[in-house]
């Protein structure tokens, strides 16, 4: 079952939004409320960590820093 990211929507200026996990089945509705305050929540999108390629078997990243550049601190 995954994980999901959830976040509180302020309802004032200024009040920080809250994040929490809350493990659910992929067929369930994302929430809309937080399950103890009742405060609305949206799901925050979250990043994967696979490497999507073509047909290297190795499994690692090409040389010269890959597609998001060298110097970015993710390989």
Same mark, same amino acid.
């Given at each position: +079952? ?6 509180? &929507? ?11 996990? *809350?493990?659910?089945? +992929? ?6 409320? /937080? ?10 999108? *979250?990043?994967?960590? =696979? &490497?999507?390629?073509?047909?290297? #078997?190795?499994?690692? +990243?090409? #040389?010269? =820093? ?8 993710? /390989?």
């Amino acid at each position: +079952m995954p994980t999901y990211v959830y976040e509180t &929507i302020p309802q004032f200026e200024g009040e920080p939004a809250k994040r929490f996990e *809350i493990r659910q089945s +992929m067929k369930d509705a994302p929430l809309t409320q /937080h399950p103890d305050s009742g405060q609305p929540v949206r799901r925050v999108p *979250i990043g994967g960590t =696979g &490497i999507m390629g073509g047909g290297s #078997s190795g499994g690692s +990243m090409p #040389s010269g =820093g890959g597609s998001c550049g060298s110097g970015c601190g993710c /390989h």
